[in-house]
């Protein structure tokens, strides 16, 4: 692996301009379809289940099914269990911060958008063998999403029982590309289509979800929440800058540091807006912060990944 990496200000910032000016665009589809009557409350829950239950473990089968390797091995599972102490990490900070308050709020600190905004950047700034450990990342995120983050939503111990755990489609294909890593299969044809074709939905569906969201959100009221602007500064810089110091002590790559770092400097992830919808919370201040926080990531992500490229 080299260890020398050139990134930039004027590489990364087109790369994050284009999925940001995207996911907007794709939520104004989802704002006409909502205003036009074309979609309402209903058919919104229904496709947010479709991406969190179709398309999203499709990404994950996707990311896996390929040739084993040891250094992969090594270097994807400290990219996975990193990913679950950073996560639980910055599920204690929002705790600390909210305690029994915000419970959407911590939902925003504690998971980002590592998909959308990640991969796109790993891709472009470290290189195409780079998006496995991003996506390994992704996939040690979702355990704890469809656990503790449902719970922190919903406030229903029965929402994560053992069965539903388990019987969980998102948490099935983490297990199932493990396997296939470990079995060195390759999806090809039929297989390979279908998974491409239904990871393919993941971020369309999500996008036009938040739309119809926003378009019953009073943006006046949440862009005058306090809450909101505290939150970003955890999820945006304080977790970002804490991560920075533990990886610059780490004897781990620069580019596996810098996809660690690309992953937890993401804004809020979809789902913050998401489950509150699922459990009839304020899924609308969860929309706006969602959006917001990927406006605002615009001016940090770039400050956050030329700290880590000084310090690593």
């Given amino acids: 692996m080299g260890e020398h990496i050139e990134m930039s200000i004027t590489q990364t910032m087109p790369i994050m301009i284009n ?13 006409v379809l909502f205003k036009t009557k074309r979609l309402d409350n209903q058919g919104a829950a229904q496709m947010a289940n479709v991406a969190l239950y179709v398309a999203g473990p499709a990404i994950t089968i996707t990311a896996f099914a390929t040739t084993f390797d040891a250094e992969k091995l090594v270097a994807g599972g400290l990219c996975m269990l990193l990913t679950v102490l950073f996560t639980l990490g910055s599920a204690a900070i929002g705790w600390l911060v909210y305690r029994d308050r915000q419970r959407i709020s911590q939902m925003g600190i504690m998971i980002s958008n590592m998909g959308f905004m990640g991969i796109p950047l790993v891709q472009a700034v470290l290189g195409e063998e780079y998006v496995f450990y991003v996506s390994a990342c992704i996939a040690a995120q979702i355990p704890i999403t469809f656990t503790y983050g449902i719970w922190l939503i919903s406030q229903d111990k029965g ?32 297989a390979k289509a279908t998974a491409s074709g239904l990871s393919g939905l993941n971020t369309g569906l999500a996008m036009i979800v938040l739309g119809s969201y926003l378009a019953q959100a009073d943006l006046r009221s949440i862009l005058r929440n306090k809450n909101l602007y505290l939150t970003h500064s955890i999820r945006l810089v304080v977790v970002p800058l804490i991560i920075v110091a533990i990886l610059w002590v780490m004897p781990l790559s620069t580019p596996i540091k810098l996809t660690l770092l690309i992953a937890f400097a993401a804004p809020s992830g979809t789902v913050t807006a998401i489950f509150p919808q699922m459990f009839n919370r304020d899924y609308r201040f969860g929309a706006g912060l969602v959006s917001s926080s990927t406006l605002l990531s615009l001016l940090t992500m770039p400050i956050m990944l030329s700290i880590g490229l000084m310090v690593f």
């Fill in 19 to 31: 999925q940001t000016v995207a996911m907007f665009l794709m939520m104004a589809v989802g704002i």
């Fill in 159 to 190: 929402e994560v029982s053992p069965k539903r755990i388990l019987s969980n489609p998102a948490i099935i294909a983490v297990f199932v590309g493990v396997a296939l890593f470990f079995a060195s299969i390759e999806l090809d044809g039929i």
